[in-house]
């Protein structure tokens, strides 16, 4: 692999070495001209001495240049070998920083570099194939057309302004969502880790971009499993209760009323034993539709397992609106069920149907109105079936 030599890194060390080569030739020039001084001067006399020999011999002479030669080749190694040194630290920077552009290129995570006013300074192919965008394409423009908190037409401080990166990326080791924009105008969610390199003076923004489109599609699913039936796409037992709860405690600061009915399916389990359970899946979806037929879109239909479902009514002036309700129901599900695929054959099927109110029923309790409510549907079964129990009343039949 060939080494990597940082751009601009040879006019460096030919600069260095002139200079070194400047300085060596300088150092000769004074080493030369000091030799020369240093020649005695022909008929020279001290007083109280011997009369000095009017020239040197030829080996004094040579020896005298040899070491003057010498020294100055000395010093000319000495100047030019910290330049050396530079140009091999420069080197390994270069391969350092070589090495550190190769990563990035190929990490799978996104990666966008940023000045202080949001200009991109680097973007990693990954980030670039997240917004639809070629590297060259993005590099110089600004983060706003990647991030939609950060365009111009933006609240205050989130627009396309100076140090935009600073106040509209926190920088925070723990990652936040955004909304990303494509090269469409599309907007999907992004995830954003974002941290400040210095260098020098200078403050660089960090951005790890991640799609997680993906993610929320998951986490939406998973949200209405836990939320809703699979089967029929009513609210599952827990979000019932938490409506519920919150439609009692609006009921007893209001004193309005509020009702439970507790519906069971009669024998439903034989549709499951004649026609398979695939037949009786079809009946479970079409008992929930015309259960919510019924009701008002405020009102809250709930499949909490099996044939079982529960109604949540609210703004009802009396006992007798509750009925008329719970009358409905029963007789719209004793209306014959046609099976898509089954021909000809037709499905019946009956239910019965418990209610408690609220406050007639005694505390704003739900556990204890889905009790009353419950108990209320058994004494209807076993008074025939195919009708209404009203908890502490009568029961009604059609």
């Known amino acids: 692999m060939s080494r990597h030599r940082p751009e601009g890194s040879t006019a460096v060390a030919r600069g260095d070495f002139l200079r070194g080569a400047r300085s060596a030739l300088c150092l000769l020039a004074v080493s030369g001209t000091h030799y020369i001084h240093m020649r005695p001067i022909p008929g020279l006399s001290i007083p109280g001495s011997s009369r000095i020999a009017p020239s040197m011999g030829l080996a004094n002479h040579a020896a005298m240049a040899s070491a003057t030669v010498i020294s100055a080749a000395t010093v000319l190694l000495a100047l030019l070998w910290p330049s050396r040194r530079r140009r091999r630290a420069s080197a390994r920077r270069g391969d350092r920083a070589g090495r550190a552009r190769a990563v990035l290129k190929h990490m799978l995570e996104g990666v966008v570099v940023t000045d202080a006013q949001g200009r991109i300074l680097f973007v990693n192919p990954a980030a670039a194939a997240i917004f639809g965008y070629r590297t060259r394409e993005l590099k110089g423009k600004n983060v706003s057309m990647l991030i939609a908190s950060l365009r111009e037409d933006a609240p205050e401080g989130h627009g396309n302004r100076p140090a935009c990166a600073a106040t509209c990326h926190p920088v925070d080791a723990r990652p936040r969502e955004a909304e990303g924009v494509d090269r469409d105008g599309a907007v999907f969610p992004v995830e954003l880790t974002t941290s400040i390199a210095r260098i020098g003076e200078k403050r660089l923004f960090v951005s790890v971009v991640r799609d997680i489109t993906q993610r929320k599609h998951a986490e939406a699913r998973l949200a209405r499993l836990a939320n809703y039936d699979d089967l029929t796409g009513l609210p599952s037992r827990a979000l019932f209760r938490d409506r519920a709860n919150q439609a009692l405690r609006r009921a007893a600061r209001d004193r309005r009323m509020l009702a439970i009915l507790y519906i069971d399916i009669d024998h439903f389990k034989e549709v499951n034993d004649r026609l398979g359970h695939e037949a009786g899946d079809t009946v479970l979806r079409i008992v929930a539709a015309r259960l919510s037929a019924c009701v008002r879109d405020e009102d809250t239909v709930s499949r909490v397992g099996g044939d079982e479902f529960v109604v949540l009514l609210e703004g009802f002036s009396s006992d007798q609106d509750v009925a008329l309700v719970a009358g409905k129901m029963v007789e719209a ?66």
């Open 333 to 398: 599900l004793a209306h014959p069920f046609r099976i898509e695929g089954y021909g000809q054959h037709e499905v019946r099927i009956s239910a019965s149907v418990g209610i408690a109110t609220y406050p007639s029923g005694g505390a704003p309790d739900l556990d204890r109105l889905l009790r009353q409510a419950d108990s209320a549907m058994y004494l209807a079964k076993r008074q025939g079936r195919n009708g209404f129990q009203v908890h502490g009343g009568s029961t009604h039949l059609p």
